[in-house]
């Protein structure tokens, strides 16, 4: 497939669109981040997302300046880091991230962590200064990251703005469902990290039977069962067989018993990889 295949958008409550299907870079080194951005891009991701504590925002920029492609062409989602609390640090924080980027704004900036145990730290105050973001136009679209439901029904009831996404845990092994129903009722996007458990789901029988059945890679078919769902993905890859592979998701289609087949692989809670939102505090500086 070729950069003309065609990646579906999802319109967010904001009127802004952005393609389904991305391209994660956590965990790649800073100094290796602008060759598989780059990779990724000639592939024909035209969606990257990168955080402050990635510490590869400048990768990210560098790729997309170094590519035939306008500032127009790719969205690029970053996220506020974990050590960032009061508002004139998150100003600061935030000016930094579009000075790496090399860009006047971001199509997407996420509060990473609700952090709702940490002392001292609160997602409402945080929230009003995205939103100041979202007012100056220089974060097209603002969202959350990790936000249990609690979380949502505080911003819904204190703030002016509503999240345009969530992006939260979801692969096979872990639904996460309460939190992406409520999404999906209340108009917030699901962003689906961590979409094949880094890799934790690729053995599983149902998967690797579906896999040969329709003479695709395990990754492919669990890649498409989010597409399918609807959630938005971003898969990270180091390497350049699986940029590929991971891009090449809209040739074919799961049938309604393969959905149903691999969504009943759910562990609920004990599927879980990351932290539980609720009680995690982030750094400790
Ligand atoms: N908001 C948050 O708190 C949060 C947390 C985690 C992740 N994220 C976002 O979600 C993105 C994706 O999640 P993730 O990076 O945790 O995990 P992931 O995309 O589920 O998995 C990445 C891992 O799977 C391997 N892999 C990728 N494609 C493969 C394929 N086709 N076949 C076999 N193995 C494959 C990669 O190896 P190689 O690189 O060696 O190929 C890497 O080890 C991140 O990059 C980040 O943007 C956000």
Same mark, same amino acid.
């Given at each position: 497939?070729?950069?003309?295949?065609?990646?579906?958008?999802?319109?967010?409550?904001?009127?802004? &669109?952005?393609? *389904?299907?991305?391209?994660?870079?956590? *965990?790649?080194?800073?100094?290796?981040?602008?060759?598989? /951005?780059?990779?990724?891009?000639?592939?024909?991701?035209?969606?990257?997302? /990168?955080?402050?504590?990635?510490?590869?925002?400048?990768?990210?920029?560098?790729?997309?300046?170094?590519?035939?492609?306008?500032?127009?062409?790719?969205?690029?989602?970053?996220? %506020?880091?974990?050590?960032?609390?009061?508002?004139?640090?998150?100003?600061?924080?935030?000016?930094? /991230?579009?000075?790496?980027?090399?860009?006047?704004y971001v199509? %997407?900036f996420?509060?990473?962590?609700?952090?709702?145990?940490?002392?001292?730290?609160?997602?409402?105050?945080? +929230?009003?200064?995205l939103?100041?973001f979202k007012?100056?136009?220089r974060a097209r679209s603002i969202?959350?990251?990790?936000?249990?439901?609690?979380?949502?029904?505080?911003?819904?009831?204190?703030?002016?703005?509503?999240?345009?996404?969530? *992006?939260?845990?979801?692969?096979?092994?872990?639904?996460?469902?309460?939190?992406?129903?409520?999404? &999906?009722?209340?108009?917030?996007?699901?962003?689906?990290?961590?979409?094949?458990?880094?890799?934790?789901?690729?053995?599983?029988?149902?998967?690797?039977?579906?896999? &040969?059945? %329709?003479?695709?890679?395990?990754?492919?078919?669990? %890649?498409? +069962?989010?597409? *399918?769902?609807?959630?938005?993905?971003?898969?990270?890859?180091?390497?350049?067989?699986?940029?590929?592979?991971?891009?090449?998701?809209?040739?074919?289609?799961?049938?309604?018993?393969?959905?149903?087949?691999?969504?009943?692989?759910?562990?609920?809670?004990?599927?879980? /990889?990351?932290?539980?939102?609720?009680?995690?505090?982030?750094?400790?500086?």
């Amino acid at each position: 497939m070729t950069e003309t295949t065609h990646v579906p958008t999802i319109t967010l409550n904001d009127g802004q &669109e952005i393609p *389904q299907l991305g391209f994660g870079v956590f *965990q790649i080194p800073p100094e290796e981040t602008a060759e598989a /951005t780059g990779r990724a891009l000639e592939v024909g991701y035209r969606h990257i997302d /990168t955080a402050e504590m990635y510490e590869n925002e400048q990768g990210v920029g560098d790729a997309v300046r170094d590519s035939s492609l306008d500032r127009g062409e790719v969205w690029i989602t970053s996220k %506020l880091s974990n050590r960032k609390h009061e508002p004139e640090e998150i100003r600061a924080a935030f000016a930094e /991230t579009l000075e790496k980027l090399g860009s006047a704004y971001v199509d %997407l900036f996420l509060i990473h962590w609700p952090l709702p145990a940490r002392p001292g730290s609160d997602f409402v105050k945080r +929230w009003k200064v995205l939103e100041e973001f979202k007012a100056d136009g220089r974060a097209r679209s603002i969202g959350v990251s990790n936000f249990q439901v609690e979380h949502l029904e505080r911003l819904a009831a204190e703030c002016d703005v509503a999240p345009a996404v969530n *992006q939260i845990e979801i692969h096979p092994y872990f639904l996460n469902e309460e939190v992406r129903s409520y999404g &999906e009722r209340h108009g917030i996007a699901t962003e689906a990290w961590s979409p094949i458990a880094q890799g934790g789901v690729l053995n599983d029988p149902v998967i690797t039977a579906i896999a &040969e059945r %329709l003479e695709r890679t395990a990754a492919q078919v669990v %890649l498409r +069962w989010h597409v *399918q769902r609807g959630s938005i993905v971003f898969p990270k890859s180091a390497t350049p067989e699986r940029i590929r592979e991971n891009f090449e998701l809209f040739d074919f289609e799961l049938s309604g018993a393969d959905m149903d087949a691999i969504t009943g692989l759910d562990r609920g809670e004990a599927g879980r /990889t990351g932290p539980n939102p609720l009680r995690f505090t982030g750094p400790s500086d």
